[in-house]
């Protein structure tokens, strides 16, 4: 196949236009998104029917020139395998019944054969590739692997991530076991993603900011890796997308990883600056689509300005958020693909 914007820039290419796409771009802003939740009251089982994911993973490519598609999933699919019971309740997100507290509960989870107990995945991307263009990448992801245990440790969404550091304190061995596991059931699942079709692959470690850069170094850092490691393998480029860890940069460039995901707090020019050889991705504050059109036509200019002698995947700053209008999303990636340098 011709590669694609997104596979050249993924392979250091610089093209004149950019790739770009969005995280959480298959999701709520969307009305025909909402109009297929609303089928399907539970959120687990929405995502384990391969047909409505393959669906909705196309939904946005239909509206708008995107660069990739992204798989219609969860980062927390995998924890009911491992015998974690999760549950997504409107209005409070994902809520875990038991929590993972203790080396006791660490001993009593399963190990799991991603091929088998995710073997909707499998159907949902052979699906999605049926419906879109050959030369539109297909991204499969995974959470990183301090992000989805911190969801079985605290139960639910918690930015301070208090239990999975008291953890970490209290009995660092039972936390280094539970985050082994993770970094090799995560880094399994996200190389047969691979192996089933996607075109490059995701790390969404959307909670590394909650720690010191200390504590990144040790909490964090070696299990991502280990995970990269093994799904480095599958030999699709990786991209590494940290939330709100502008302090922890230098240790993430370290990681073995294709391309790095900015926030929308991080300073971009100055980041560009220091580390010339690094393909990174970003970074647009998803709150700015609620400014008037010309405002963000002037921001994502900024951005493409900075980035144009450069590989570079466009995309916001962190996820779209629900209620951003479907004009400025437009007009978003139409100043993208009109840009000339
Ligand atoms: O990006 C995409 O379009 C692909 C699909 C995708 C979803 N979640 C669908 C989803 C991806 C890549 C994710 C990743 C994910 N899931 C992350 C990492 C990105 C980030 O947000 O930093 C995290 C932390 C999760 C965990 C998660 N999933 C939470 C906390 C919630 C509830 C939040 C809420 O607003 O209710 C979800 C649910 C979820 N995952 C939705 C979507 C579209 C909303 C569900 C709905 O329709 O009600």
Not at 111 to 117: G, L, V, Y
Not at 175 to 204: N, P, R
Not at 250 to 258: D, K, M, R, V, Y
Request: glycine share 6%; hydrophobic share 40%; charged share 20%.
């Amino acid at each position: 196949m011709e590669k694609s914007l997104f596979l050249k820039t993924c392979a250091g290419e610089v093209t004149s236009t950019k790739p770009v796409w969005m995280m959480r771009q298959a999701g709520r802003y969307l009305p025909e998104y909402r109009e297929m939740r609303a089928k399907f009251p539970n959120f687990l089982e929405f995502v384990a029917n391969p047909e409505a994911a393959a669906e909705v993973t196309v939904q946005p490519l239909r509206r708008f020139d995107l660069d990739a598609a992204i798989l219609f999933s969860d980062i927390l699919v995998v924890l009911a395998p491992m015998g974690i019971s999760v549950e997504f309740i409107s209005g409070k997100g994902p809520q875990v019944k038991s929590p993972v507290q203790s080396y006791r509960d660490i001993q009593g989870l399963s190990t799991f054969d991603s091929s088998k107990e995710l073997a909707y995945t499998r159907k949902a991307i052979e699906l999605t590739k049926q419906q879109i263009s050959k030369e539109t990448p297909l991204l499969g992801f995974v959470g990183g692997p301090l992000t989805v245990a911190s969801y079985a440790i605290e139960g639910q969404t918690s930015k301070a991530l208090a239990h999975t550091k008291r953890l970490y304190y209290q009995d660092p061995g039972a936390y280094h076991e539970f985050l082994d596991k993770m970094a090799t059931d995560l880094g399994t699942y996200l190389s047969l993603q691979a192996d089933w079709g996607c075109d490059a692959l995701v790390i969404m470690d959307s909670w590394a900011g909650a720690l010191s850069a200390e504590d990144y170094q040790k909490m964090a850092y070696p299990y991502t890796q280990k995970l990269i490691s093994i799904a480095k393998k599958a030999g699709k480029p990786i991209i590494h997308y940290a939330n709100g860890a502008g302090h922890l940069i230098e240790n993430i460039l370290q990681l073995e990883a294709t391309a790095f995901g900015l926030d929308f707090r991080n300073d971009l020019s100055a980041t560009l600056n220091k580390n010339p050889n690094t393909i990174f991705q970003g970074n647009l504050e998803p709150a700015l689509l609620f400014a008037p059109v010309e405002t963000i036509q002037e921001k994502t200019l900024e951005i493409l300005e900075q980035v144009n002698n450069r590989p570079h995947l466009m995309n916001l700053g962190h996820c779209v958020l629900q209620e951003t209008p479907l004009e400025v999303v437009q007009a978003f990636i139409k100043t993208i693909k009109n840009y000339k340098a």
